[in-house]
């Protein structure tokens, strides 16, 4: 059952052939599976698996295998043209297997490969057709037309790339691609829905979104920026606590850290510090983390070249970022040069987070969070640590399930509905309204949009969680709002849309940016019909009267500092949800 190329039939040959032999494997008392060697025949336009009586048998060539229920041992066909995806898989022991699903989202059997040959079918299929590998799964192949042009980038291309060597062309065709990604076949992205349209939802609806109609916000309040926090030691007592975390976090959301204090105090906003921890017992966490961090650093660094070569997860990963840090942030001085020890930092950091967190492992865009890290702390142990509390709060933007990006997305598209009803329509109209063309700003929360000193400035005001978890989404929404006129009045299409979106990297002023922002948050605050579940998407929403006592019902830390904004209010509303009670006006102690 060995693979072997096709001999004889030259570049033009026809077909590739597989093997097929009878082998009943029972997998336990009470239920029988057939396993037997496929012979797959591949033509110009069709994917088949002759029965167990084929005459095809004959010609033995490669191998692999099917696990079908008892009696079923019929042939399957799928012309190439339905083919929707294809998933490599692997099992803990080492052997391949590959599951095709065609359009309509049916899977067929899954095939088990014995001895290798995946690679060998890809590129057999891709004389035919066009496997592109998914940017949010490196096992999913998405297959096209060969003219169809819908995909000429990967996914690092898109993402790791030095952002001014992007390409419209490419950034245009991997976003597309993100929709196949995101949505299975011939199934819409449910979560919003145009105003006033009622339709019942249906068993395929995304679980948890409800109907978005459209509510008056009224006036969005002005908001300034303030000072940025410069005296750090007047939060400080005699021992070395911080006296009030809260009013420090207010501080940095409003106006940000001046440079010469953002390695300190980012190491409590990451939670690398206590925020009740005196001076004493901060001395005593770095001796314990830094002897932490090189255990964890010689497990990878005592790993020789042999036991490696039999370690394909740790290759890979070694491979993932040795590639990316010779590409992250080079134009900075910190890592520029191809001697930079700051590149050394970078790498090392890297391989002992894999230690750290070796399910996850890295994945690539991990890197572009690293580096701001690195360059404010000048120091691995703290930018390590550091990393490890960032990743708390992104970590699911890297998982393999992808999920994490999804919600975020559908979550943008309930606030966008809410916020500007117009502008989803458009959007809807121009098969835009998946918001795919954020996907990038949302996973590396906007670290190729602006330039490097403003994302210095943007995560310390994120990490404050201030004025709600998902301010980041907020972001996204001011700055789609900000280029509606542009949008809308330009009469854009799909692909002028991706153009304009992606023009706009490093040339958004971040003030603006996160003024409109916050504005956005006062202004949906204030709105007491405001849908419950975008109430939730901002941390507004409160439990109706009967769980009152509940935890969820306390007031929200942001209270104080958002409460002379609220007052300028919008106008009231009535409520729309008889079962959900409005967040009222904060108010100051």
């Given at each position: 059952?060995?693979?072997?190329?096709?001999?004889?039939?030259?570049?033009?040959?026809?077909?590739?052939?597989?093997?097929?032999?009878?082998?009943?494997?029972?997998?336990?008392?009470t239920?029988?599976?057939?396993?037997?060697?496929v012979?797959?025949?591949?033509?110009?336009?069709?994917?088949?698996?002759p029965?167990?009586?084929?005459?095809?048998?004959?010609?033995?060539?490669?191998?692999?295998?099917?696990?079908?229920?008892?009696?079923?041992?019929g042939?399957?066909?799928?012309?190439?043209?339905?083919?929707?995806?294809?998933?490599?898989?692997?099992?803990?022991?080492?052997?391949?297997?590959?599951?095709?699903?065609?359009?309509?989202?049916?899977?067929?059997?899954?095939?088990?490969?014995?001895?290798?040959?995946t690679?060998?079918?890809?590129?057999?299929?891709?004389?035919?057709i066009?496997?592109?590998?998914?940017?949010?799964?490196?096992?999913?192949?998405?297959?096209?037309?060969?003219?169809?042009?819908?995909?000429s980038?990967?996914?690092d291309?898109?993402f790791?790339?030095?952002p001014?060597?992007?390409?419209?062309?490419?950034?245009?065709?991997?976003?597309n691609?993100?929709r196949?990604?995101?949505?299975?076949?011939?199934?819409?992205?449910?979560?919003?829905?145009?105003?006033g349209?009622?339709?019942?939802h249906?068993a395929?609806?995304?679980?948890g979104?409800e109907?978005?109609?459209?509510?008056?916000?009224?006036?969005?309040?002005?908001?300034?920026?303030?000072?940025?926090?410069?005296?750090?030691e007047?939060?400080?007592?005699?021992?070395?606590?911080?006296?009030?975390?809260?009013?420090?976090?207010?501080?940095?959301?409003?106006?940000?850290?001046?440079?010469?204090?953002?390695?300190?105090?980012w190491?409590?906003?990451?939670g690398?510090?206590?925020?009740?921890?005196?001076?004493?017992?901060?001395e005593?966490?770095?001796?314990?983390k830094t002897?932490?961090?090189?255990?964890?650093?010689?497990?990878?660094?005592?790993?020789?070249?042999?036991?490696?070569m039999?370690?394909?997860?740790?290759?890979?990963?070694?491979?993932?970022?040795?590639r990316?840090?010779?590409?992250?942030?080079?134009?900075?001085?910190?890592?520029?040069?191809n001697?930079?020890?700051g590149?050394?930092?970078?790498?090392?950091?890297?391989?002992t987070?894999?230690m750290?967190?070796?399910d996850?492992?890295?994945?690539?865009?991990?890197?572009?969070?690293?580096?701001?890290?690195?360059?404010?702390?000048?120091?691995?142990?703290?930018?390590?640590?550091c990393?490890?509390?960032f990743?708390e709060l992104?970590h699911?933007?890297?998982?393999?399930?992808?999920?994490?990006?999804k919600?975020?997305?559908?979550?943008?598209?309930?606030?966008?509905?809410a916020l500007?009803?117009?502008?989803?329509d458009?959007?809807?109209s121009?098969?835009?309204?998946?918001?795919?063309?954020?996907?990038?700003?949302?996973?590396?929360?906007?670290?190729?949009?602006?330039p490097?000193?403003?994302?210095l400035?943007?995560?310390?005001?994120?990490?404050?969680?201030?004025?709600?978890?998902?301010?980041?989404?907020?972001?996204?929404?001011?700055?789609l709002v900000?280029?509606r006129?542009?949008?809308?009045?330009?009469?854009?299409d799909?692909?002028?849309i991706?153009?304009?979106?992606?023009e706009?990297?490093?040339?958004?002023?971040?003030?603006?940016?996160m003024?409109?922002?916050e504005?956005?948050?006062?202004?949906?605050?204030?709105?007491?019909?405001?849908?419950?579940?975008?109430?939730?998407v901002?941390?507004?929403?409160?439990?109706?009267?009967?769980?009152?006592?509940?935890p969820?019902?306390?007031?929200k830390?942001?209270?104080?500092?958002?409460?002379?904004?609220?007052?300028r209010?919008?106008t009231a509303?009535?409520p729309?949800?008889?079962?959900a009670?409005?967040r009222?006006?904060?108010?100051?102690?």
């Open positions: 059952m060995e693979w072997s190329p096709v001999q004889g039939e030259g570049k033009n040959a026809p077909a590739v052939f597989y093997t097929k032999k009878v082998r009943p494997t029972v997998t336990s008392p239920k029988s599976l057939c396993c037997f060697n012979h797959l025949f591949i033509s110009q336009n069709r994917v088949s698996c029965g167990v009586h084929s005459e095809r048998l004959k010609i033995t060539l490669m191998s692999c295998s099917v696990l079908l229920p008892p009696g079923q041992w042939s399957f066909s799928l012309p190439l043209s339905e083919l929707y995806s294809l998933r490599r898989a692997r099992f803990s022991l080492g052997r391949n297997f590959m599951v095709l699903t065609s359009r309509g989202g049916h899977p067929l059997p899954p095939l088990h490969f014995h001895r290798g040959g690679r060998e079918l890809l590129r057999a299929m891709q004389r035919y066009r496997l592109a590998p998914s940017p949010v799964d490196g096992r999913l192949f998405l297959a096209y037309p060969h003219d169809s042009g819908a995909l980038q990967s996914f291309e898109l790791i790339q030095d001014y060597a992007t390409t419209f062309g490419g950034f245009s065709k991997v976003t691609f993100f196949g990604a995101l949505r299975p076949p011939e199934s819409p992205l449910h979560g919003c829905t145009p105003a349209n009622h339709a019942p249906t395929d609806d995304e679980p979104f109907l978005i109609t459209c509510v008056q916000l009224g006036p969005r309040p002005t908001v300034t920026r303030g000072q940025p926090l410069d005296n750090w007047q939060f400080l007592d005699s021992e070395g606590r911080v006296t009030d975390p809260q009013i420090v976090k207010e501080l940095v959301f409003r106006g940000g850290i001046i440079p010469p204090l953002r390695k300190e105090v190491k409590f906003l990451l690398f510090f206590p925020w009740n921890s005196t001076a004493k017992e901060r005593d966490i770095i001796r314990v002897d932490e961090y090189f255990r964890m650093k010689v497990q990878w660094k005592s790993v020789s070249e042999e036991q490696e039999r370690n394909s997860l740790l290759r890979g990963y070694r491979s993932l970022i040795e990316d840090v010779n590409r992250t942030d080079r134009q900075n001085p910190f890592f520029s040069g001697e930079n020890p590149l050394t930092l970078l790498h090392d950091v890297l391989m987070y894999c750290y967190n070796f996850l492992g890295y994945v690539q865009g991990m890197s572009d969070l690293l580096a701001p890290l690195l360059f404010v702390t000048q120091n691995e142990v703290e930018s390590f640590w990393l490890t509390g990743m992104v699911q933007n890297f998982e393999e399930s992808q999920e994490a990006m919600q975020q997305l559908l979550q943008l598209s309930l606030l966008l509905r500007d009803p117009e502008l989803c458009y959007l809807d121009q098969d835009s309204g998946s918001l795919c063309f954020c996907f990038r700003w949302l996973l590396i929360w906007y670290k190729r949009e602006f490097f000193d403003d994302i400035s943007l995560w310390e005001v994120l990490w404050t969680r201030i004025p709600c978890a998902n301010f980041h989404l907020l972001l996204a929404c001011a700055i900000s280029q006129g542009e949008l809308i009045g330009s009469n854009h799909f692909n002028s991706l153009k304009h979106i992606n706009l990297n490093m040339k958004l002023d971040l003030e603006s940016v003024c409109e922002a504005g956005i948050y006062l202004q949906m605050a204030q709105c007491k019909e405001l849908p419950v579940r975008v109430q939730e901002l941390g507004l929403y409160v439990p109706s009267s009967s769980d009152e006592e509940s969820q019902s306390e007031p830390e942001t209270d104080g500092l958002l409460s002379q904004s609220l007052a209010g919008a509303c009535q729309s949800n008889p079962h009670t409005p009222p006006p904060p108010t100051y102690p």
